[in-house]
């Protein structure tokens, strides 16, 4: 089995954290066994390693965010990099496309689609076994994992399952009620019984799901719908019903979706495929190919699954104690504070409270009102003022506008010992780099100067420069833009 | 009459706005009549100009604190400008030698002393003609002003005036009651009578005092003793008693100071006074000439005067619109947010909080703990990482210290169009600038460079080196400090 991973979706709901390069999977916020922070994706990098499925795994994602995962899981990780963000349904397409012609996977491989950022219990990767087995047994042409609901949340998207004697008038008028076709034909009620019994050892082998009966809760079931964010009552009802949030992870057999990729565009090469990235309709792999198939079964996951994507369910699983430098008063109450500046934050008296410094802006807000972030930072121009890149990081220290309409970027960056700023040039601004410390190789023009402490060079428009540090090195950068250029 | 306005008080109460440097009278939080942000030494030079004092005053401080004044007030004030800090009786000895010696005025008249960051109506700088009259009618050696109390603070030194028959056994037990001496020998009550006409007059001149009678208000009164932070009941006795908050405002002779400075050190100019300044006893004015003077009276002031040293207290007087880059959302409640930094603050669900962020730090906190705040930044190493100066104001963007101990500051400095940075040397770090925009004449070694955007300067240790702005100029600093000099 093949894993893709999905490493999208720039977000404003963790300002100032998150911004358009760097995702809540990328955020150190959570601890490992060892007390050490760890991003989502690291997080989920590691627990897959654990599982067992380390050496098969490939990140779907843009170019924006390369440097993160390089950064993050080191320079070896299999990348599929879209030319474009044009939703799940061509990310898939194209990592599938990437497997079977650059990765030689064969046809009848199963392939697993997860996204990168969830919370979740080991015992949510030994189902992946189960999600296998369902595909390479020929139950449905999409197996997908289910998450037994703990409330009825108005935010997911619940999977209905089939009764095994499926009532065809049932609910079928509500338009907003997907409904999967051909449900029956499809489904074989001794297959169910036969895969519950694989599923059942799957999941007892190690983390105890919270159901009573293990092999219960793993019982593989056709699905009937989808119903996208109910109100709370229909939420309960679906509840009823045996309903599961839909958590995004796919499984089908490469081949499956390779005549859905060779459907939409013609191909005998991965190159094929990547020139025609942008005529793939820009959709959601629920609606292009889920809600399309002939059949689609569900296999529930009845553990711990928390979709951190608010500070008020992230810092539900964080530690309370604050990160970064930050003094926190003795009478503060469920309050969470993380510092990436580097100067000190205070907080005193806070109660219920998410206290966020970092290089984009600061966030004091109650936990509960924190979830309507977007209303404030979603107009704002979000140029991001710290990244991860390949070779290091950065952060702005001062953007500037001039009474002229100059511009001017000052960026201090790291680059660690051994990796290089590639050669480029920028035929927009000057750029004055004064070197903090450590001791790095500058070149310029094709000429190579040494650099150390207090040394400044000025590169010119259109002059091709890059840099190579042969220790730790740190350097401010200053871009001058003029208003109009000749 | 001579205005001497003590300018003193490194902070850390008004935390993160106020450091070392940046003591709260620099504060631009309270707006004049037009609406424009003030600080409190604008706002207190602003009413002692419309009281008519405006060519009288003299202004003490310390060296760190001349770049601020002269930035907000111009570089015309009268400074006295210690030579180091050693409290409020060397301060003002040495202010009035400097009034004595170098402004040759005469030995008679009234010298003021004056705090330069109460929050007050104007009443109060018209009192200041009452404590001239009643100096100048040798009611008593030293004249002071007394805050009629509003509630019974624990915080503040109450002022207990004598009644005029003094019982002579009047709580002189009490040790941590400071007597004031001869009090019934140096009284007169025809004295006080005829005064009190003159005081009345004064007050009624412009604000109405708060109390019933302005005549009444105005009653000038000896002095019994003085009882510091009292608990709240002894405060409420003391406030039955006629006791008055000591608002640290002081009338005399300048012959009296003079010959308490003469028999301090032996001095026939100004500069005899500055070199024995260390020779001074550290001590307040309260305890070294107050206490000890043989009749001292007090002129009851009955209106707005508020002591701004907290955030609590100083949000009361500011407007609750945000300053700075700042979004709140609409149910924040009683919240007061001040953003000095150039990314946004975001404000959600906060109530009775002070949200400040500064270069030097984040403060968070309830209005009630701010008050704590010490406890939480009195510890820390403040290094000021903004200052205003009389060339213009810097920024520190970074600080940093790298494996081998070098250490590197990096400062965006603002010179303002015409202003100089004096030429200077340094021994311990080399500089670079890099001139983000405007157009500047740099000086190093005694030969001028046009500064353009883009332009940089490497500037050795021990090099002698300074800039004028032609125009507004901004740039930036790097001091490099390697940790071993040779």
Request: hydrophobic fraction near 40%; include cysteine; glycine fraction near 10%.
């Amino acid at each position: 089995m093949r894993i893709v991973l999905l490493s999208g979706g720039s977000g404003k709901r963790l300002w100032p954290l998150s911004n358009d390069v760097r995702s809540k999977q990328f955020l150190k916020v959570v601890r490992n066994g060892d007390g050490e922070a760890e991003s989502m994706l690291q997080r989920v990098f590691r627990q897959l390693g654990t599982a067992g499925f380390g050496a098969d795994i490939t990140i779907a994602t843009s170019a924006a965010q390369v440097g993160s995962i390089k950064g993050q899981l080191g320079g070896q990780v299999s990348l599929v990099v879209e030319p474009e963000r044009r939703n799940t349904f061509p990310a898939i397409a194209l990592s599938a496309a990437y497997l079977y012609f650059e990765k030689k996977c064969p046809a009848h491989e199963t392939v697993a689609v997860l996204p990168v950022d969830p919370y979740v219990g080991d015992g949510y990767f030994k189902m992946l076994k189960c999600l296998d087995t369902a595909v390479q047994d020929g139950i449905a042409d999409i197996v997908l994992m289910g998450v037994k609901p703990t409330y009825p949340s108005e935010k997911y998207g619940y999977i209905i399952p089939a009764d095994v004697d499926v009532k065809p008038g049932f609910d079928s008028g509500k338009t907003d009620m997907h409904r999967i076709s051909d449900i029956s034909g499809a489904w074989d009620k001794r297959m169910s019984d036969a895969l519950a019994q694989d599923l059942g050892n799957a999941v007892t082998g190690g983390d105890v799901p919270r159901g009573s009966s293990p092999s219960g809760a793993a019982g593989i079931m056709p699905v009937e719908k989808f119903k996208e964010k109910p109100d709370a009552r229909a939420a309960q009802e679906l509840i009823g019903r045996g309903g599961l949030w839909n958590c995004g992870v796919f499984a089908f057999r490469l081949s499956y979706l390779m005549d859905i990729v060779r459907a939409a565009v013609e191909c005998g090469c991965y190159a094929d495929v990547l020139r025609q990235y942008s005529t793939f309709k820009k959709t959601s792999f629920d609606y292009a190919v889920v809600e399309k198939a002939k059949s689609v079964a569900v296999v529930p996951y009845d553990g711990e699954w928390k979709d951190l994507g608010t500070w008020n369910t992230l810092t539900e699983v964080m530690e309370e104690k604050p990160i970064g430098d930050v003094a926190v008063s003795g009478d503060c109450v469920n309050t969470h504070v993380i510092n990436e500046l580097e100067i000190p934050v205070v907080v005193m008296g806070a109660k219920d409270m998410v206290v966020v410094a970092s290089p984009d802006g600061i966030l004091v807000a109650d936990k509960v009102q924190s979830s309507y972030i977007k209303k404030y930072v979603g107009d704002r121009d979000l140029r991001p003022m710290y990244e991860e890149r390949s070779w290091g990081e950065y952060t702005v220290l001062n953007l500037s506008v001039d009474a002229r309409g100059n511009r001017t970027v000052t960026k201090k960056k790291l680059v660690q010992a051994g990796k290089c700023m590639e050669e480029t040039r920028h035929e927009r601004h000057l750029e004055v780099w004064t070197v903090l410390s450590g001791r790095a190789v500058v070149r310029i023009k094709g000429r190579d100067h040494d650099a150390l402490a207090g040394d400044t060079f000025t590169i010119e428009r259109g002059i091709l420069h890059g840099l190579r540090a042969v220790e730790d090195t740190v350097l401010l950068e200053v871009q001058i833009e003029e208003a109009e250029t000749c």
